[in-house]
């Protein structure tokens, strides 16, 4: 091992070593806000990357003393980043990874980049490339030898930046997961606008309380076609809504809310659409997700996530005044070139030998399932059909997940919750060829569904759909590896639900 002093002593293009210390095993509290049990003991080394005059990207790599199992782990961060998000790290760490992560450039936090447009790309894409750059150049120096393989693993902007890598720089990780990724960034984002316009009455209020938000999502789900959805009875969620929305209509109906209100539910579950032509931006709401933005927009505005609007057009950006004509031409004029990665050529990430895992939640309403479908079926359409992309990229839908690795309600993330994460399953594949046919999902009591049981079921390769076909699944407890009784894998057609424009997507 070479050690510290040679990390100490590393020349990196963009960049400079800042800091280097050893942390003993143990817990290990990071900050204020994060800390981490049962750690090896590891060397903390922190970079600072500069890929333009302009540029201050923080970036730091954990490297376990004892045990590293030859590969590096990049990880994603999440919102708007503006800190380091170590919570993968710790993980890989754990199971001998050497680890980075990177505030992607826009500490202390998102408006920081407001009036800084070289920090739009550090954003988007050159953040997360430096931090592979240094990242193995800090693990070849202190182990002697360079990593045998390199794995990226991210959830939400870091589900974006991992398809960023694939589509940009095909050659930096041979194995990508991307999990419920906001990559559609600029439409994404006029998305969550369009929800909180609609849902403004004409005094600036919210048009729904907050209790209006769960009674919603009563009748939503109440609704449902159990038999052409495929969940189980007890299930309180989607497994495929695409199959539902012909439904909504007559469940806002039903509800006791003003006849305003309920023009404005009908559009957002119609998503967001350009007022003078017509032209698609955005998907519809997540049917059966109304506990979330939703919900959110009933207690308040969401300003937390406008921060690319403030980007575009200054820190006194009102979202009230947004204009989804020519406003959406100069967010996308500013914006889309550096934080959409929307390109479905992954032909030189095929050709290098790379895996990607995409995971989409079906009840996600930050980043909807739809979108994410949209996504993969246009890489299929690129690049010659399902069969030949399936062969190194392959997308799964998981039932009743929300947001995020925790899924809640519904099921947790796959393996961050003792079972075996993401990014092994993706090392499998690319170092032993054992490709995933299916994916074990662990879920946890809670409303999700009816009784509180644990939930665990198999999940396939999209369009393949795990469908109820009875027995223990309607329900009740479920032995460890999921029941498969209960489930059978049923193949749905392809097709999008609402996709955004062509034009708007090729931005």
Known sequence: MAGEESVRGLRLDCG?????????????????????????????????????????????VWLPEEGWNGRFLGTGNGGGGGNLYMNSCAEGLRRGYASANTDLGTSPGADEAIGHPERYADFGHRATHWMTVAGKAVTEAFYGRKAEASYFYGSSTGGSQALMEAQRYPDDYDGIVSIVPANNRTLLHAYFLWVERALTGRDGRPLLAEGDAEALHAAIVGARDRRGDGGAPGDRFFTDPRRSYGRIADAVDGLPFRAEA???????????????????????????????????????RPD??????????????????????????????????????????????????????????????????????????RVCGRLGGLGAVSGFARLFAVPGCWHGPAGVPGFRSLGMDGGT?????????????????????????????????????????????AVYKGGDGGGGARPPEGDPEAYEAEERPMGVLYAASERLLSL
């Open 304 to 377: 937390w996530l406008y921060y690319i609007f403030r980007w575009a057009f200054g820190s006194g950006f009102d979202p009230m005044s947004f204009d989804f004509d020519v406003g959406l031409e100069r967010l996308n004029r500013a914006l889309a070139r550096h934080v959409n990665a929307n390109d479905p050529d992954l032909g030189a990430f095929r050709d290098s030998g790379g895996k990607l895992i995409i995971v989409t939640g079906t009840q996600d309403d930050i980043c909807p399932h739809h979108d994410t479908i949209n996504y993969y079926e």
């Open 421 to 465: 994460p993401l990014f092994e399953t993706v090392a499998a594949w690319f170092e032993r060829g054992e490709a995933p046919d299916r994916l074990l999902m662990g879920g946890h009591r809670d409303e999700a569904q009816e009784g509180g049981a644990p939930m665990q079921r198999h999940v396939y390769p999209y369009p393949r759909f």
């Open 16 to 60: 400079e070593v800042t800091s280097v210390g050893r942390v003993g095993a143990g817990d290990y509290a990071y900050s204020a806000d994060a800390s981490y049990k049962g750690l090896p003991s590891f060397t903390r080394v922190s970079v600072t990357m500069r890929p333009s005059a302009d540029s201050n990207v923080r970036v730091e």
């Open 262 to 300: 309920k023009d404005a539910l009908m559009k957002v579950y119609g998503g967001p659409v350009n007022p003078r032509t017509g032209e698609r931006i955005f998907g519809p709401y997540t049917i059966g997700a109304e506990n979330g933005l939703i919900a959110t927009v009933a207690k308040g």
